[in-house]
């Protein structure tokens, strides 16, 4: 999905309602201010038929009516035509002699007395200049409507700097959260800010993180403790075996016995050994790297394994190409080489033969074995044992993978001319 | 030779005990820091064993006050806690070794003997059984004036059969000693019996018959 800047979505929103309503604000505009334009002028002309002409018609008679026809121009009496009503206004038209053509007016019709005669006022004022007026008026609005338009579809800098400037709490808790590591357990401290939702945001954020943080802490507490905890009775239990072992009259069959508890003890030991070493990979444990020699590592491990090798007539072939110095821990490294070499012992068959190949980036181990090719998916998956013969913790291949995880190495598995291979590339 | 036991996990100091005890140790048990600190600043121990972890301190305080006192005994530190910092810090602060657990009591059993023979025995490198002479700084041994020809691995099974003489020791046991973490990586243990029968052969073509007796195939035993 494409992702869009926060500013252009907001602008695009804007152009859309905003233009909406400008636009619709042109019309209404227009009817608005006629209808208001209206009233106005009907207050003004009864103003002036009632103040003006009523006052200078008081003393006016009958027959002087076609003199004071002639010298008011905008106003005339007119003989009576049974209005029913006071006041009546309505928009006419009438000829104006200076702008030589029909011109819209608005009238009022008044009736009055003259003696004991009854008669209409009619008092008009011309609508042209406040049309010209309303029009002019409504074409600067509608350059204004497209003048946003404009503004919204290329916004000015002033326009992303204010932006920027609104947003800045938020962009800064954005990059807080972005630098926040858990395993450093370090909570970020974040700028005050005035605007109450990015407070708001930076609150619930901070919480939030401190939760993560604790549960973080618990749950490496709770593996490393379990761990822990599980040493004591296997203790006890090895201790007790080997005090039984001392008993007097022990027959063959109850040694046969101790000589089996004593074997799934050890495993019961190497397994939580095991899942102690995956917690502390997983909780960064091993901190301190150093520059490693993975031949010096190779072969030490293999001095441990020549006899384990040697017993079932297995044939150890080593082919140090290159010299290869990594940065790793000591303990993490060793773990590494150890799994995967006593896996390649341990998998054997008699007469088998091993080949491990180092180059300057890469270690690579092949054995033969009774089986065929794995499944590369399962095989580093915790306790998935692919072998039902050989006993083991389950977790030599995982461990394996975690650390080259850790460190960025490449672990990867093969099968080719009936032999397994495992290649490190580091 | 006098052992202070500090451990409060009951089961494990009584086994503790108990394998000591037979072994010409006499051995007495704190189960508590107080306890601990009293016992150290009244009596002179030969050897201490140490829990890292007690319910009322912590062990490493126990150290600093036995090293306060200028007492020379050996320490060693025996802890759930497998960590090298701790191993290093109890090393720097006086101990002597450091045995994680779960150990076997064979292994302590060795740890004490070497333990007590380097700080009781300094001048004294020459270990004697069964008229079996073992020089610990050459690494020769010698049986009437003659030398026996030992591989590295089979010196080590000889002074560990003798740390714990007249105990039985399982197959296992000898084979986490010989190939420390790798061992249980294994679950074959056949390289003990290769090793314990040559041992076996080259004492006996020397003249020393029966030291070493096989317990139904699966424990050996140094008898004295």
């Not at chain 1, 491990?301 to 072939?317: D, K, R, V």
Request: aromatic share 10%; with cysteine.
């Amino acid at each position: 999905m494409k992702r869009k800047k926060l500013l252009n979505k907001t602008l695009r929103y804007y152009l859309f309602s905003g233009g909406l309503m400008a636009l619709v604000a042109i019309p209404l505009y227009y009817l608005g201010y006629n209808i208001y334009y209206i009233q106005e002028t009907d207050e003004f002309l009864l103003e002036q038929s009632n103040n003006i002409y009523l006052k200078s018609l008081e003393t006016l008679t009958e027959n002087k009516i076609h003199v004071w026809n002639k010298y008011n121009h905008e106003a005339e009496i007119l003989p009576d035509n049974g209005q029913k009503e006071e006041n009546v206004f309505v928009t006419r038209k009438f000829y104006d002699s200076h702008e030589d053509e029909e011109v819209e007016c608005r009238v009022l019709y008044s009736k009055i007395k003259i003696e004991d005669g009854n008669y209409l006022l009619m008092n008009r004022l011309s609508m042209l200049e406040a049309k010209k007026i309303i029009r002019s008026g409504t074409a600067l609005h509608l350059a204004f409507f497209f003048l946003l338009l404009l503004g919204f579809t290329f916004p000015s800098r002033l326009v992303y700097k204010v932006y920027k400037k609104l947003w800045k709490p938020f962009y800064q808790t954005l990059s807080d959260v972005e630098r926040f590591n858990i395993r450093s357990s370090e909570i970020p401290v974040f700028h005050p800010t005035d605007i109450q939702e990015f407070e708001q945001l930076n609150r619930a954020v901070e919480n939030l993180i401190s939760n993560s943080l604790q549960a973080y802490k618990i749950q490496k507490e709770f593996t490393e403790n379990a761990s822990h905890e599980m040493q004591t009775p296997l203790a006890v239990f090895r201790s007790k075996l080997d005090i039984l072992l001392q008993q007097k009259d022990l027959t063959g069959e109850q040694s046969q016995i101790i000589q089996s508890l004593y074997e799934v003890v050890s495993r019961l030991v190497h397994m939580n050994k095991n899942l102690l070493l995956l917690a502390k990979i997983d909780n960064m444990q091993f901190p301190d790297t150093q520059s490693l020699n993975v031949a010096e590592i190779v072969n030490e491990s293999l001095s441990f394994l020549s006899e384990q090798a040697e017993a079932n007539h297995i044939e150890i072939q080593t082919d140090i190409n290159e010299n290869s110095i990594v940065q790793a821990n000591k303990t993490l490294l060793e773990s590494l080489v150890n799994n995967l070499l006593v896996n390649a012992v341990k998998h054997n068959i008699l007469c088998g033969k091993i080949h491990i190949s180092l180059w300057k980036s890469k270690l690579s181990i092949s054995n033969t074995g009774n089986v065929a090719g794995l499944n590369e998916n399962m095989l580093f998956r915790r306790f998935s044992r692919m072998n039902e013969k050989v006993k083991g913790s389950g977790l030599g291949l995982a461990i394996a993978r975690q650390i080259c995880l850790l460190y960025g190495w490449e672990i990867g598995y093969e099968y080719e001319n009936g032999r397994h291979r495992f290649e490190v590339n580091f | 030779m006098k052992i202070l036991l500090i451990e409060d996990e009951h089961d494990l100091a009584q086994s503790i005990m108990e394998y000591l005890s037979k072994q010409d140790y006499l051995c007495e048990h704190a189960a508590n820091y107080r306890n601990a600190v009293e016992r150290i600043m009244v009596y002179d121990y030969d050897c201490i064993l140490l829990d890292l972890m007690l319910p009322d301190g912590d062990g490493l305080s126990v150290l600093e006050a036995l090293k306060k006192g200028n007492k020379q005994t050996g320490v060693i530190i025996i802890s759930a806690k497998d960590s090298l910092e701790d191993k290093i810090k109890g090393i720097h602060i006086g101990a002597d070794d450091y045995l994680p657990k779960p150990f076997h009591l064979p292994e302590l059993g060795a740890r004490i003997y070497a333990l007590i023979r380097r700080t009781q025995y300094a001048s004294n490198n020459i270990i004697t059984s069964n008229s079996l002479q073992i020089n610990l700084l050459s690494k020769e041994v010698r049986m009437d004036g003659k030398e026996i020809v030992l591989t590295k691995k089979e010196f080590d099974l000889l002074l560990f059969l003798i740390g714990n003489k007249n105990r039985v020791i399982s197959k296992n046991v000898l084979a986490e000693h010989l190939s420390g973490d790798m061992a249980d990586m294994f679950d074959n243990h056949d390289f003990v019996y290769a090793h314990i029968k040559n041992l076996k052969a080259k004492l006996s073509k020397a003249g020393n018959h029966d030291s070493i007796k096989t317990i139904y195939g699966t424990g050996y035993k140094w008898v004295e």
